[in-house]
């Protein structure tokens, strides 16, 4: 009889999935991490026994915080990945040809040794000469240095621990100074189903409004995250994500995708009312 992985997402509920092998674990200098052989989902990533990237549906939240900002930005050349040590997102990111620069800062080196031995299909992106990969805290990066971006896309884990100052407005005002002037800043902004989350998700979309002109936030089903109901938030310093000019781009382009797509980007900003209302 095989064994099960509960991944609980509030002390009450949890996405449990049957596990027919343990392919490895190990304690980084951060966290535990996981990889599991499952009949439901292929082989998944769990840090400290939180789900974050499975074969099955890895694609949802990578198209998902990727393609929104670099097709809202005409012309995304430098880009800057914060956290995404699975390099999902890094992946999507190469599939747009103007990208010339893209640099990850993954706190834990061992997330993305780990992925390179179980994810190769989405590290092999890696090996593009146009990405550097730095491991450190993002937080102190983007309060170091010196370069400048286009797009900045914080693929982190939930708030807790060395990610929970990647929620707040300190950084996200790091972000903005490093940011061109019509820059956009990109990250996934968790469940509005899970309740402890909430204020996270409105605090955030506060601060947000409070250094960017234009905020918007949107949504993905990601049918093994938290309640399966996933938010990103986007705050643009000068294009507006709901532009037509950005149909325009999406269907020129012609990615290659299999969730995102010209009409699903536009219909996921739009959001339920109890979610709207969490948002100023
Ligand atoms: N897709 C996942 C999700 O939505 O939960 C996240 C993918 S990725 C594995 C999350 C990464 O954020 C982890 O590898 C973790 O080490 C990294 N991380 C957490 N805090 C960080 C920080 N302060 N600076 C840089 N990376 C950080």
Known sequence: MNRW????HSPHR???????R??????SEY???EILETPEFGKVMLLDGVLMVTEKDEFVYHEMLAHPALFTHPKPARVLIIGGGDCGTLSRVLMHKGVDKL???ELD???TRVSREYFPALTAACEDPLVELIFGDGIKYLRETQAKFDVILIDSTDPVGPA????RRPFFADCKRVLNDDGILCLQSESPWIEDLRPVISEVNRDLHSLFPIVRAYSAAIQTYQAGFW????????YDPCDQAVYERITEAGLKCSYYHANLHFSSFVLPAFVEKLLN
């Open 109 to 111: 080196e061992m997330v």
């Open 103 to 105: 640099v990850q800062v």
């Open 164 to 167: 929970e100052g990647l929620f």
């Open 31 to 33: 966290q535990e991490i």
């Open 14 to 20: 949890a996405l449990s999935f049957e596990v027919t």
């Open 231 to 238: 938010l990103f938030q986007i705050a643009s310093l000068a």
């Open 22 to 27: 343990s392919l490895y674990t190990e304690k």
């Open 5 to 8: 992985h509960s991944d609980y």
